[in-house]
C-alpha cells in the first residue's frame, strides 16, 4: 500500500518511521518495570496494608518495597533511557558507541546547566521542583525531562552519523572513526547545555501555556486526542503522538513528595506509592484510560462481527484467527492483529473505529477512570494499575460498564457495515482471488527457516535491505528499491499488512515481530 508519493513524502516516512521505531527500545522495558512498581508500590502502601491486614508480615513487604524501588528507578530516569534509546534506534552502524556517547553527553549537557545555574547565581537550595529544578543522575539541573533526552539522543545520533568515520592526521588516528564520537559528542553536549539553560525556562512556559490550551478543550479535546492517535496507528506514528502527552509536562504537572514530576504516565507511577494519593491524576482519564474500553471490549465486538459475516465454509478458520487476535487485544491491549485484519479492504470501517476510540477517550474523561498504564490497555494492566487499586482511587468499575455496551456497539455497526457494503472482510474474500487473506498463515505456525527466507525474498532480497527494526508489532524496514517489495510473498510468511511509502516499509506481524527480526538479524548479519 503505497502511502505517499515517491520523493519528499517517501523521506519523510522513512524518518518519521526511523525515529518512531527509536522510542521502542526505550519503551519495551517501561512494562517490566510498570509492573514491579505497580505491585510493589500497592501493596507496600500503608492504606493497602490497612486495608489488607494479612499484607503486613516484614519480609513480604520488605520484598515489594525493593519491587517498588526498582520499578521506580526505571521511571525516574526515562530521560537517560530516551536520549540512549534514540540515540542507537536511528544510528546506521556502530550503535553501541552511539549509545554510549548519548549516555555521556547527557552527563555533560546536565553538570553545564547545574554549573550554569551556581554561576547565576539561581541554584536553589531546597523546595528545587517550586523553581523547576531536579536531581539527574546524582546533578541538581533543570527540569528539562524527556525532553532533554530526546535532545541529546537526536544530536548524537547527527553527530555519529556525520562523524564515525572520520579519519584524523595519523598521530592522532587513535582518536579517529568511532572513538571521536564520544569526544565531539561531548564538546557539543556542552553548548547544549548553555542553550538549554538560557531557552528552556521559556519553552517550559510555552509547554505549560499548551497544556493548559488542551486542558481547556475539555472533553471535545479529548475525543479529538483519541481519534488523531488512533487515525496514526496504521502508520506506525502513535508513539511519537503520545509519548509526549505521558511523559512531559504536555500531559500535566504534580508536585508529588517535593518533586515536581511531568506527564501523565509519569505522575500515575509516582502517585502508586504515595499514601497520601486518594484519587489518582486526572490526566489519567483523557490519556491513557479510554483504550481499555476499546481494547478489551469495542474490538472484540467487531471480531464477533467479523466472524457472523463470514462465509459458513470460511468461519472454522476465521474463527480461530479471530479468537487468536481478540485474547491478543483482550489481555495486551495490542490491536495491529484485528485493525490490519480490515483495514485494506474497508478503510470506512478503520475511521469509524477511531471516531468511537475518540469517543471512549472522552466517556473515560467524563467518568473520571484513572486507570494508568504501562504499554497498552489490556486486561493486565487492568488488574495491576486498575482493580488492585482499589475503585475510590480509579472508578475502574466504569471500564466494564461502559465496555460491555461498547462491544455492541462496534458488534452492530461493523456488521451492519459490512453486509451493507460487502466489505471483503475475513472469510469474506472471493473465491478466485490469488492471495485470500483468510488463507494466510499465521507467522509463528512457519517453521523458522521458511518464514526468514519468505521475509528476504519478499523484502527484494538480502542485498535490497538497508535497515531493519522492529516496533511492538511490525518489522520496521529501509530498503534500496522498494519497487522489488513483494506483498504476496511477505503475506505467505505470515503478516496481516504490508505499508510502504518509497524505500519505508512497514509489515506488521504482531507480539512475536521481535523473534522474527532476530530470526532476519542472524541471516542478514546486521
Known sequence: MELFNKGQGSSLFAMAQRFGRSFMLSIAVLPAAGILLGIGGALSNPNS???????????????????????????????????????????RSDKGTAGLSAALALLVMNATINAMLKINGTLAEDNLASVGQGMALGIQTLETGVFGGVAVGIMTYLLHNRFNKTELPQFLGFFGGSRFVPIVTSFSAIFLGIIMFIIWPHFQQVIFGIGDLVEATGYIGTLIYGFVLRMLGPFGLHHIFYLPFWTTALGGSEIIDGQLVEGTQRIFFAQLGDPDTTQYYIGVSRFMSGRFITMMFGLLGACLAMYHTAKPEKKKLVGGLLLSAGLTSFLTGI?????????????????????????????????????GQTFSGGCIDLILFGILQGDAKTNWIYIPMVGIPWFFLYYFSFKFLILKFDFKTLGREDDEEPMDAVDIPAANDIQEPKRADLIIQGLGGQSNIVELGCCATRLRVTVKDGSLISERLLKESGCRGVLQSGTGVQVIYGPQVTVIKNELEEILNI
Not at 484485528?338 to 471512549?360: Q, T, W
Open 49 to 91: 496494608i490497612k486495608a489488607y491486614p494479612f499484607l503486613d508480615i516484614a519480609w513480604l513487604q520488605n520484598v515489594f518495597a525493593v519491587m517498588a524501588a526498582a520499578g521506580n528507578v526505571v521511571f525516574a530516569n526515562l530521560a537517560i533511557l530516551f536520549a540512549i534509546g534514540i540515540a542507537v534506534g536511528m544510528a
Open 335 to 371: 490491536t495491529e492483529p484485528i485493525e490490519f485484519s480490515f483495514l485494506f479492504v474497508a478503510p470506512m470501517l478503520y475511521v469509524l473505529h477511531a471516531f468511537f476510540d475518540g469517543c471512549a477517550f472522552m466517556l473515560a474523561h467524563i467518568l473520571q477512570i484513572t486507570v
